[in-house]
């Protein structure tokens, strides 16, 4: 069996797509899983609607989601160009190979392909055998010379030595034309496994590039965890047939072969891709956490962290288990470098709708003051102490406690919170809170 040889073929003219992501990833993903070669190919013909700016862009993509090519554009390769727009000899040789044949002529300034009117059936490794009759011959290069891409995308494969086509299920109906030209060529069929189309969230019809949620460009932004993003487009059209789907991408690689690949077509959930999101910034390792958790303060807010490394390093490990994104940490930790904290409107409300708020905040205060030792399990202790002799939940003092000294009714674990910020800070924010509380209360 010869090597495995795999291609992403994707035309620069428009932002870099999750369909066209996920039919990048699928193909990655198999031959890392065959120890196989990964091909990057431009299919930049279409010299209008082409920009270098878009290439960049689904390079930049490919290379944040960790989809690094074998061959192709600044790799090189032994099959180059790798950029249809500078191949135009080889198509010529090959037009003059059906010429000879009988199979291709003019028509109309255009080039045809004649097809032989025979049934071609398709091994597909996800449909099975599909039979189709191709009854009417095709254009295989336009009136003003420019081929078109069913001939060109053949000739590539035959040049590239392509074992296996996999692509979106919207291409198993002119795969017929492709095995025509493969017949035509002599040439060695690859195996083809179409994959299942992602839909839009809500509604009918294939996902967009207008559709939300769409761009990888989005994810870029938002500094989503590359390693989330292809996580959950391995599992639109794909079951690992082990009851999971979080997982580690080796652990992913190992099992990803064509016996997953669902038929049926896969909904696009945003709130699921971020729920994949956040498990994977909670599993990351504390020291990767805390870089990409300083990128995210630096690049996304004004907030001054100053130069307390070990300060910092505590507030991070506090803050992973609770992370949600990374793009709402700074919101997260403001209150551990500022004494100038927003009080959340919501937040007061869930606070002080029961009972005497602002009477707790005294007794803690108290209790802080007087305490022997302010560790997290002292603090701790001391206020369910406190709660049972008031005949309260501890809860009650616990929420008082943390929208004082925070200004959110959520976040990390309270009490080794207060113990980072320690006994000073906490005391002082309660006093100077208890006036602004009182407002309105």
Request: glycine fraction near 8%; aromatic fraction near 12%.
């Amino acid at each position: 069996m010869s090597k495995v040889r795999v291609r992403f073929a994707p035309s620069p003219t428009g932002f870099f797509h999750i369909g066209s992501a996920r039919t990048a990833l699928f193909n990655w993903l198999y031959a890392k899983h065959t120890g196989g070669t990964f091909v990057l190919r431009i299919e930049d013909t279409d010299e209008e609607r082409n920009s270098v700016e878009y290439l960049n862009i689904l390079k930049d993509g490919m290379k944040w989601l960790g989809l690094d090519w074998d061959e192709g554009p600044d790799v090189g390769g032994d099959y180059g160009p790798y950029f249809q727009s500078k191949r135009a000899d080889i198509y010529r040789e090959y037009l003059e190979i059906l010429r000879k044949k009988g199979r291709a002529y003019d028509k109309d300034g255009a080039v045809f392909f004649k097809v032989s009117g025979e049934p071609q059936i398709l091994h597909d490794a996800v449909y099975g055998d599909v039979e189709r009759l191709e009854e009417k011959d095709f254009p295989i290069f336009r009136s003003n010379g420019t081929p078109v891409f069913h001939f060109v995308n053949v000739v590539d494969d035959i040049c590239m030595q392509i074992t296996n086509v996999i692509r979106g299920q919207d291409h198993l109906t002119n795969t017929n034309k492709h095995i025509e030209l493969f017949k035509a060529f002599d040439a060695p069929m690859p195996q083809f496994a179409h994959i299942p189309l992602i839909l839009k969230s809500e509604g009918q019809g294939k996902m967009s590039k207008r559709d939300r949620g769409a761009l990888i460009e989005e994810y870029q932004q938002k500094n989503f965890m590359p390693e989330a993003v292809r996580n959950y487009l391995c599992m639109l059209g794909w079951n690992p047939k082990n009851g999971k789907e979080v997982m580690p991408i080796e652990e992913i690689i190992s099992l990803f072969d064509f016996s997953g690949i669902v038929k049926s077509n896969a909904r696009f959930d945003e709130r699921k891709m971020a729920h994949f999101n956040t498990e994977h910034i909670r599993a990351l390792p504390p020291e990767k956490f805390h870089a990409l958790a300083r990128h995210a303060i630096e690049t996304e807010s004004k907030i001054d962290m100053g130069t307390d490394e070990a300060y910092i390093g505590k507030v991070f490990d506090l803050c992973q288990p609770k992370a949600a994104n990374m793009e709402g940490l700074p919101s997260m930790v403001e209150y551990f470098f500022t004494e100038d904290y927003p009080f959340d409107a919501a937040g007061r409300e869930k606070v002080f709708k029961k009972g005497e708020p602002l009477a707790r905040l005294d007794e803690a205060l108290e209790l802080f003051k007087n305490l022997e030792k302010f560790d997290h399990d002292s603090i701790y202790n001391a206020v369910c102490e406190m709660a049972e002799k008031a005949g309260r939940k501890s809860n009650e003092y616990f929420q008082i406690v943390r929208y004082a000294v925070t200004g959110q009714a959520g976040g990390p674990d309270l009490f080794p919170m207060l113990e980072i910020l320690g006994r000073d800070k906490v005391v002082a924010r309660i006093e100077a809170a208890k006036p602004k509380l009182a407002q309105g209360a």
